[in-house]
C-alpha cells in the first residue's frame, strides 16, 4: 500500500483544487483573516501560542506582492486589536526574493516595524535551498535592526544546517538569544546537499539542538516526532535548560495527542496557523511529505459524514 500512497501523492499537483482541499481543510485554517482569528483564539483558549501565516510563496508579480503586504499589515493589527496570543511567519519569496532583493528586505522590514510596535516576533521562514544563502543574508540584516523581533527557521535534512548555526552564532546574545525553529524539512533536495533516510535526518537534528542549547540560543523544536520529542526532552533535563529557555512548535491539525502532552507537561507549544487563498502548494507539499495522508483523500471522496 505504501508504494499506492507514494504515486498517489506525486500525482497531487495535477488534481483539481476542490479535490485537494477535502485533505486540506484540517491543516489550514481557512481562506480568510476571520478563519485564521477563529481557529488562534480556540487554541490560545487550550493553552496554546500560535503562529500565523498568509500563505503564498515564489511571487513575481508586484501587484500581488503590494496585495500580501497590505495584509499581513491588517493581519498584524487585527491580531493585536483581539488579543490574540501570536507571533507572525513569513516566506521572502512571497515578497518577491528572486525579483528585487532591496524591495524583498525593504517590504519585509516594514512588516517587522508594524510588529515590532506591538512587541511581536515576526519569523522568516526558509525555503528551498535556492533560497538558503539568500535568506541567511536577509536574516543577518534584520536581526541586525531588530534583534529582539525576528527569528529564523533551519532544516535539519540539509547537510549544511550544523555549520549555519555556527556562523550565527556572532549575533547570539544574553540579551537577545536567537531564536531559531529547527524543523526537519520538506522540500525535495538532491542526495548531495540533504539527508534522505529517517535516521540521518533525526541525528542531524539533535546535532542542531544540542549546539543550540549549549550555546544558549532559544531553541523553537519543531517537530512531531515522538523520538525526537523525547529526546529533546531528555537534553532539556540533562542539561538543566528552563522552561522558558525553549518552545515545541507544530503544524495545525497535526499530531494533536503528542502535541496535548507536552502542554500538558507544562511546555510552551506554538502552532503553525496557516491561511489564505493560495493554499494548494502548501497543501500538496504536506501530502508529498506523508504519503499515508492520501488513503484519507480516497476515503473521504467515498465516506459522508
Not at 503590494?66 to 513569513?90: H, P
Not at 532544516?155 to 549555519?164: F, G, I, M, N, V
Not at 522558558?244 to 503553525?272: C, S
Request: aromatic share 12%.
Amino acid at each position: 500500500m505504501s508504494w499506492i500512497n507514494k504515486s498517489f501523492a506525486k500525482l497531487l499537483p495535477y488534481f483539481p483544487k476542490q479535490f485537494i482541499w477535502i485533505f486540506s481543510k484540517r491543516y489550514i485554517a481557512g481562506e480568510s483573516l476571520e478563519d485564521a482569528i477563529r481557529v488562534s483564539k480556540e487554541l490560545n483558549r487550550q493553552g496554546i501560542s500560535v503562529t500565523l501565516d498568509l500563505l503564498g510563496e515564489f511571487q513575481t508579480n508586484e501587484s500581488r506582492i503590494e496585495e500580501y503586504k497590505r495584509t499581513y499589515l491588517n493581519t498584524i493589527d487585527e491580531a493585536v486589536k483581539q488579543n490574540v496570543d501570536c507571533t507572525f511567519s513569513i516566506k521572502p519569496t512571497m515578497f518577491g526574493l528572486f525579483l528585487d532583493y532591496e524591495k524583498c528586505y525593504n517590504t519585509i522590514k516594514d512588516i517587522i516595524i508594524q510588529a515590532s510596535g506591538y512587541n511581536r516576533l515576526v519569523t522568516i521562514d526558509m525555503e528551498d535551498s535556492n533560497c538558503t544563502d539568500m535568506e541567511i543574508i536577509l536574516f543577518r540584516r534584520l536581526h541586525k535592526e531588530f534583534p529582539a523581533h525576528v527569528g529564523f527557521v533551519l532544516q535539519a535534512y540539509l547537510k549544511r544546517t550544523p555549520d549555519d548555526l555556527k556562523d550565527l552564532v556572532d549575533i547570539n546574545s544574553d540579551k537577545h538569544p536567537l531564536n531559531i525553529r529547527i524543523c526537519k524539512g520538506i522540500y525535495v533536495e538532491p542526495a548531495e546537499i540533504a539527508f534522505k533516510k529517517h535516521l540521518e535526518i533525526n541525528k542531524n537534528y539533535m546535532v542542531c539542538l544540542d549546539y543550540m542549547i549549549e550555546k544558549k540560543y532559544y531553541p523553537c523544536i519543531a517537530t512531531h516526532d515522538k523520538h525526537l520529542v523525547k529526546e529533546a526532552f531528555k537534553r532539556i533535563e540533562k542539561t538543566g535548560t528552563t522552561k522558558k529557555d525553549f518552545e515545541f512548535q507544530m503544524l495545525y491539525g497535526v499530531t494533536p495527542r503528542l502535541r496535548n502532552k507536552i502542554v500538558e507537561a507544562g511546555h510552551t507549544m506554538r502552532v503553525y496557523v496557516p491561511y489564505g487563498k493560495d493554499w494548494f502548494n502548501y497543501s500538496t507539499r504536506r501530502l508529498q511529505e506523508n504519503p499515508r495522508m492520501a488513503i484519507e483523500i480516497i476515503k473521504a471522496l467515498f465516506i459522508r459524514k
